[in-house]
């Protein structure tokens, strides 16, 4: 591949229960402040990858109306119904076959005030079998995924506690959090109600509406709008099985395929050393530790001693979601889109609080299906390389 | 960019109204199956896939998730696309932009649909209802703004709104409707991978009932259960695996405001113009170095819910001026044998599995070039340059595929 391909800029709502207004007027004001950022118009952009949802839009074909206040009307426009991290890999794709120089990627979710989520996770099942038992669900499979880890490596729920309350402190540092806590204890998170044992209430990602716009170029181009283009120097994605009981759940070999892929396209041969902050998509606390060991950012099995001596806080050796991550908010069709847009901000130096120190390099985390059956992986850096 | 080239298709055995024998991943195996048996390749051969259907039609939320384990998926590169009635060209698209841009050599892109799990007028009225309902909420009048009215009728309720400004403007009659109906129903009856499959008359045609003037039953198109699926590859890989390749030589795909639903009086498009079409249709050309499509083009399959649309298509796209399209019709311009055979496949309108229907249009064309077409439907000249459509959203996406018998010069 000659063509490179940059993020220049991005633009989130402020992430909410009910955003209070139209996913159309968000829509439009969240666009037309990222063009003004740039001196844009719609015509500057070759091409919009929508990403949003039929269920949870409550509508068929989930992008009808969203073209117009976008600005994709009478424009190359086409939809990505997954994740935003797909999206946002789909968009760097177009850029890359040197058809597009210009690409937007537009995600959001109503997840907070329409139809909720887990609802909607639901109709993933098969129809026939597991969605008429009604035994599963998202959070009940999360909660068997959370306890295949935490009896495979003698993980108590202390630790998960800790975990969340990093979460929650951190995303007391993102303006676009919906829900933070800057003193959050693990005795604070231990006080919140169990949805299926051993998760809690504030183990689990909150209902969100929001929405995501990232603005991506080619190389000559990027560097024409902005001075601080972030580089996408690798992508990968991959799948695994649909049914539960044929998979390890304690471990994520389809985060680790992705992963694998995205490294060997960015060089990244030591993912510890080279990768100096990440933000991946756990929905469920648990799955931080099992993304971040398929990633290479930590060894098997160590969710408990990193959260311990505090290794994935801001000022650690690794940090992971200084924004929070998904636990801060989740518009779920936008999350992927968020962790690459907040990947963005720290490599800008434009984090905030959140900032941290000297990060040149970010991986960024997408993930669709149950038990995070679905996984990408996406590597960002500050050098062009 | 680099040259892509699709190397072989897999449609399910039949498409039909309802596979009851199979649910719904046992279905799209099927045609996964079918492009590995066509092509010789293994799973192990594939690089990526791209996945599309339309979710609402089956209330199966992100159907690449259960499907995965029975499209040969797991360990590989899976997106899901879905745009609509244009979904197949869609999903067929980002295969196409993962070979063009290096990321991947071998890339399959399964399309798929089975109404037969859901009610597709149910399905259709989805894409304008949370609009209704907060019309209702605000005690707005439903049947004052006249964009609502045609939804009525489900998508032919919206469809002869078009129809009507179509003929109104090209000067065609409504028995250019019946004989394009019977033409292509004609057509369809000779393709095995078609659904309706009669051979029919223009008096055939006429004696079925009107649904909502001028478009009768015999104007529209079954809803069908089906999967098609291509594999596509870069230039390399098509001259190690492949003895014969079809070059998709220009992509596009243009969105438009959604024309018939703008709610609120006065502000509703002629949905009979297709911008949209126009604009993806002079990009396509200009990819694939086609200065004169009327020339050029040797064939079309075109995406029409309803027998009006393959008149009105050749004319938005091109490849004949404004009104003209009724006059090759009558000539035999449009036969398979004709000058520009047009939906030798019977179209969209004689097969709608709708995930992949927008699918169809390329493969036949690949197909065609290849002269690998099973049943009848061959066209006996030389194919050099095809032109695939597809069409969808509110009366608003328009995808345009150039597939050609010889890879695109630098």
Known sequence: MDRKVAIVGQAQTKHSEDTGMPRERMLFELVKGLFGQFGMTRHDIDTFVLCSNDFETGRTISNVFEDTPVGAYMKDETKVEADGAWAVMYAATRILSGIYDTALVVANSLGGSEFR????????????????????????????????????????????????????????????????????????????????????????????????????????????????????????????????????????????????????????????????????????????????????????????????????????????????????????????????????????????????????????????GFCAQHNAVIVLTVEEG | MRNVAIIGVGYTPVFVSKRKDVNIVEMISEAVDAAFRNTNLTPDDIDSITFGNMQTFEGLNLPHLWAADHISALGKPTIRISTGGTTGMSTLQAAYYQVASGLYDVVMAVTWEKQSEGDSQVGLAGIVMPEVMVMVQNGMDLFGGRGIGGMGGGSTGAASYQATSYLHHSGASPEHIDKMAALERTNASKNPYAHLRKATTVEDIQATPFISWPLRYGHTCPTSDGATVAIVVSEEKAAKLADQAAWINGVACCASDPTTANLIEGQITDPAEQQPARIAAEKAFAMAGIKNPRKEIDMAELYNGFAHQSLMWLEKLGLCKEGEAHKMLDKGALDIDGELPTNASGGVFSTNAIGASAMNRPAECALQIMRKIEGGHQIPKKVRNALAHGWGGLFQYVTVMIISDEPRKA
Request: aromatic residues 8%.
């Open chain 1, 117 to 368: 989520p887990y609802l909607i996770m639901d109709y993933q099942l098969n129809p026939t079998y597991d969605r008429q038992l009604a035994l599963i669900n998202e959070p009940s499979a999360a909660a068997f995924q959370a306890r295949s880890y935490m009896d495979k490596y003698g993980m108590t729920d202390a630790y998960l506690d800790m975990i969340a309350a990093r979460l929650l402190r951190n995303a007391a540092r993102n303006p676009n959090a919906l829900r933070a806590k800057a003193d959050a204890t693990p005795e604070y998170v231990a006080g919140s109600e169990y949805l299926y044992e051993p998760l809690r209430k504030l183990h689990c990602y909150p209902f969100t509406d929001g929405a995501c716009v990232l603005l991506l170029a080619s190389g000559e181009k990027a560097k024409d709008l902005t001075d601080s283009p972030i580089w996408i120097k690798g992508l990968g994605d991959s799948i695994e099985s649909y049914y539960l009981g044929e998979r390890e759940l304690f471990r994520s070999p389809s985060a680790r395929l992705a992963a694998e892929r995205a490294y060997k396209m960015a060089g990244i041969s030591d993912p510890k050393g080279q990768i100096d902050v990440a933000e991946v998509s756990a929905k469920f606390t648990h799955q931080e530790p099992i993304i971040c060991e398929a990633l290479g950012l930590f060894p098997e099995g160590s969710g408990g001693e990193v959260a311990e001596k505090g290794l994935s806080e801001i000022d650690g050796d690794m940090p992971v979601c200084p924004s929070g991550g998904a636990l801060g908010a989740y518009p779920f069709s936008a999350a992927g889109a968020i962790r690459v847009a907040e990947c963005f901000r720290q490599l800008t130096g434009s984090a905030g609080e959140a900032q941290v120190a000297n990060a040149g390099t970010a991986v960024a985390h997408g993930q669709d």
